[in-house]
């Protein structure tokens, strides 16, 4: 009876410790779970950020392209009346040549409002489905990697829709400029006298010419539409030259006091020591035959 007494004894202990380190195993399996849920947690946050932002994106993108449409519409309104009173004093083949001209430019530009419009009819319902999907799969590694994966078709097929009207806008843009040029022209060859100077559409283009900049910016020098871009913005800005106006370049350029400029100012903690570097042009200084037309509108990144 005793030895069975001292044996319960001896056996009890071990068991109690198995016990003991069965639950510490629980405990710590239960942590890492935790901490897994809580990454997890942390990339659907990030994932849902992202989404925000693509929206926010896309907003500004249409509403850009809205204030475009609604520019050139006005331009091509007072071009065609001033081409129109021109062309009754010059002779029908001249009158034939401009018309054409003018014909084909119209065309262009209708094409290309009827493309801004039927982008956002195709992508806003694929945005929103995709978004609703990927709400639906935040439960799943898996869901959520491949509605990542899906968003990301949908920004290149955007960033490519958004390159081609691009494109189709700076091509109307030449072609006005090269109306304007022969309508000068003309005006001086019949009355003698310089024209009155309208510098509205030359800082409608100039505008244009910094949004498609930053859109170059965005999508790297890798992507298929970046050089041609790059080579149609450059022809714009020679057009320009040629009439006298000149886009002064002030990206990633320091900032001193002095600058004609309208200036918004950030703190960046990444940038050197006490500098200040113009990082954002919202709307660019403008000459004319050397003289200010046009202040830019710029933030500056500072770290003071």
Same mark, same amino acid.
């Given at each position: =009876?005793?030895?069975?007494?001292?044996?319960?004894?001896?056996?009890? &202990?071990?068991?109690?410790? @198995? %016990?003991? !380190?069965?639950?510490?195993?629980?405990?710590?399996r239960i942590l890492v779970l935790q901490r897994e849920l809580q990454?997890?947690?942390?990339?659907?946050?990030?994932?849902?950020?992202?989404?925000?932002?693509?929206?926010?994106?896309?907003?500004?993108?249409?509403?850009?392209?809205?204030?475009?449409?609604?520019? /050139? +519409?006005?331009?091509?309104?007072?071009?065609?009346?001033?081409?129109?009173?021109?062309?009754n004093t010059i002779a029908s083949n001249q009158k034939s040549t401009?018309?054409?001209?003018?014909?084909?430019?119209?065309?262009?530009?209708?094409?290309?409002?009827? @493309?801004?419009?039927?982008?956002?009819?195709?992508?806003? &319902?694929?945005?929103?489905?995709? +978004?609703?999907?990927?709400?639906?799969?935040?439960?799943?590694?898996?869901?959520?990697? %491949? #509605?990542?994966?899906?968003?990301?078709?949908?920004?290149?097929?955007?960033?490519?829709?958004?390159?081609?009207?691009?494109?189709?806008?700076?091509? #109307?843009?030449?072609?006005?400029?090269?109306?304007?040029?022969?309508?000068?022209?003309?005006?001086?060859?019949?009355?003698?006298?310089?024209?009155?100077?309208?510098?509205?559409?030359?800082?409608?283009?100039?505008?244009?010419? /910094?949004?498609?900049?930053?859109?170059? #910016?965005? =999508?790297?020098?890798?992507?298929?539409?970046? $050089?041609?871009?790059?080579?149609?913005?450059?022809?714009?800005?020679?057009?320009?030259?040629? !009439?006298?106006?000149?886009?002064?370049? =002030?990206?990633?350029?320091?900032?001193?006091?002095?600058?004609?400029?309208?200036?918004?100012?950030?703190?960046?903690?990444?940038?050197?020591?006490?500098?200040?570097?113009?990082?954002? *042009?919202?709307?660019? !200084? *403008?000459?004319? $035959?050397?003289?200010?037309i046009q202040k830019a509108n710029i933030i500056v990144s500072q770290?003071?």
């Amino acid at each position: =009876m005793k030895q069975i007494i001292l044996l319960i004894a001896i056996l009890s &202990p071990l068991t109690l410790m @198995g %016990e003991q !380190e069965k639950e510490t195993k629980i405990e710590s399996r239960i942590l890492v779970l935790q901490r897994e849920l809580q990454n997890q947690k942390q990339k659907n946050n990030a994932c849902n950020k992202k989404i925000e932002n693509l929206r926010l994106e896309i907003k500004d993108t249409r509403r850009l392209l809205d204030s475009a449409n609604t520019n /050139i +519409r006005t331009i091509k309104e007072a071009l065609g009346k001033r081409i129109s009173d021109t062309n009754n004093t010059i002779a029908s083949n001249q009158k034939s040549t401009e018309e054409a001209i003018r014909t084909k430019t119209n065309r262009n530009i209708t094409i290309s409002i009827a @493309g801004i419009l039927l982008l956002f009819a195709v992508f806003c &319902p694929i945005i929103y489905l995709l +978004r609703k999907k990927q709400k639906e799969n935040l439960s799943s590694v898996k869901g959520l990697k %491949e #509605a990542q994966e899906k968003l990301g078709k949908v920004q290149e097929k955007i960033q490519e829709e958004t390159s081609k009207l691009d494109n189709q806008i700076i091509d #109307a843009l030449n072609k006005k400029i090269e109306i304007i040029q022969t309508s000068t022209t003309q005006e001086k060859e019949e009355h003698k006298t310089e024209p009155t100077l309208n510098h509205g559409f030359a800082l409608q283009v100039a505008d244009e010419i /910094i949004r498609i900049e930053k859109n170059l #910016a965005r =999508m790297g020098c890798e992507n298929k539409w970046y $050089k041609p871009l790059s080579k149609a913005i450059e022809r714009l800005e020679n057009n320009l030259r040629t !009439e006298g106006y000149e886009i002064t370049e =002030m990206l990633n350029k320091p900032y001193h006091e002095g600058l004609r400029v309208e200036a918004d100012f950030t703190t960046d903690e990444t940038i050197e020591k006490g500098a200040q570097i113009i990082t954002s *042009v919202l709307k660019p !200084e *403008v000459l004319y $035959k050397g003289e200010l037309i046009q202040k830019a509108n710029i933030i500056v990144s500072q770290n003071i």
